[in-house]
C-alpha cells in the first residue's frame, strides 16, 4: 500500500463537489481501517457509493465557506462550518452530520419542520425523508 512518508497509507476517496464557488472541501488526514457503514460520505442519495473498496478512509469530511442545497444528498461524518444550509424538504439521509457557525434556510414543510427540529440544539445531526 501506497504510504505519505509517515508510515500511514495513502488512497484516492471520491466525493462529489457541488458545495458553490467560494465553498473549499477537505478530509482528515489521517486515515482509519474502512468500514463500509462508518465511513464519510458525500454523495447523491442515487449516486453509487465510489470508495466501497478502499481499504482506509478519513474520518470526517469537512466542508468550509460552502453554500449548499441538503435536498437529494447522502451526507455522513460531515462538518459545515461557516456555511449557508439551504433545505427545501425533499429526501435527505444525515448520518452524523455537524453544523458550526452556519446559517440555515429551511422551507416550512413537514420535513423542513423535522430538519429544524433534529438541527436544534443537536451536537451532531442524524435525520432521514425519504
Keep these: ?74 451526507l455522513r461524518k460531515v462538518l459545515f462550518q461557516n456555511s449557508h444550509i439551504i433545505y427545501h424538504g425533499g429526501p435527505v439521509v444525515l448520518e452524523d452530520v455537524t453544523f458550526i457557525n452556519c446559517t440555515v434556510d429551511v422551507e416550512q414543510n413537514p420535513n423542513g419542520i423535522a430538519f429544524t427540529k433534529a438541527v436544534l440544539g443537536a451536537e451532531s445531526v442524524t435525520f432521514k425523508t425519504t
Excluded at 462529489?16 to 473549499?24: H, L, V
Aim: proline share 14%; glycine share 6%.
Design 1 to 74: 500500500m501506497p504510504s505519505n512518508g509517515f508510515g500511514e497509507p495513502t488512497t484516492t476517496h471520491y466525493y462529489g463537489n457541488n458545495i458553490g464557488p467560494n465553498g473549499r472541501m477537505s478530509v482528515v488526514q489521517a486515515l482509519v481501517p474502512a468500514n463500509p457503514n462508518e465511513t464519510p460520505q458525500f454523495r447523491h442519495i442515487d449516486a453509487p457509493d465510489l470508495n466501497t473498496a478502499i481499504p482506509y478512509a478519513p474520518p470526517l469530511i469537512i466542508i468550509d465557506d460552502a453554500s449548499f442545497e441538503l435536498d437529494r444528498m447522502f
